[in-house]
């Protein structure tokens, strides 16, 4: 990123870190407690109250963009990446993710050649780079979604419904911006806040 930061502060290329959530409701109604050196297993009595996030946190203000989706494939990521764009028409947009493999797909991949098409690599509308595999620790994001899902947990016995659950996580996720050590670890950015 070092080498792209005159881009980064002139608001030309945009840097999002993205990955997906699944908030269930019997996932969030509650903790438990055990014996740390022991796995404990928790039954989600209704799968079918379940919701699939897709979140972008932008690296320079700490915004994180929000789309529900019903799940997470190649169409729904196709449709987030063009909802990205559509949050950032005068910017390119540089995504770190993971290696899911609808990220990988070939209908996403064909998506990302359209888009580029004709345009030489440091123009491309969309680069996407991969984080290493099995290693959510790269991803700043999986801590906005344990944030929004612990302060969603606080409110467990309040909650009598599971559109109510999911109005308190994006209520949460929108009105927050976030500001931790793990989101700045991929470069010294930090004199540069909007």
């Not at 944030?147 to 947990?153: E, L, S």
């Amino acid at each position: 990123m070092a080498s792209n930061r005159e881009e980064i502060e002139a608001g030309r290329l945009r840097v999002l870190l993205i990955d997906e959530c699944h908030v269930l409701w019997g996932d969030l109604t509650g903790y438990v407690w055990g014996k740390t050196d022991q796995e404990i297993a928790v039954e989600v009595v209704n799968e079918r109250d379940k919701q699939t996030y897709y979140g972008a946190v932008d690296y320079l203000t700490g915004k994180l963009l929000l789309k529900a989706y019903k799940a997470g494939n190649s169409d729904y990521t196709i449709d987030y990446l063009r909802y990205l764009l559509d949050q950032s028409p005068k910017q390119r947009l540089l995504i770190f993710w993971d290696g899911a493999s609808y990220h990988r797909s070939h209908l996403v991949q064909n998506f990302l050649g359209e888009i580029n098409h004709g345009l030489s690599q440091e123009q491309w509308k969309i680069h996407c780079v991969r984080f290493a595999p099995n290693c959510p620790s790269q991803n700043p994001i999986e801590d906005i979604w344990l944030q929004a899902k612990t302060w969603v947990r606080r409110f467990c016995a309040l909650i009598p419904t599971f559109s109510h659950l999911k109005w308190m996580f994006e209520w949460f996720i929108r009105n927050t911006n976030f500001d931790f050590v793990s989101l700045q670890m991929y470069g010294v950015f930090s004199e540069i806040k909007y």
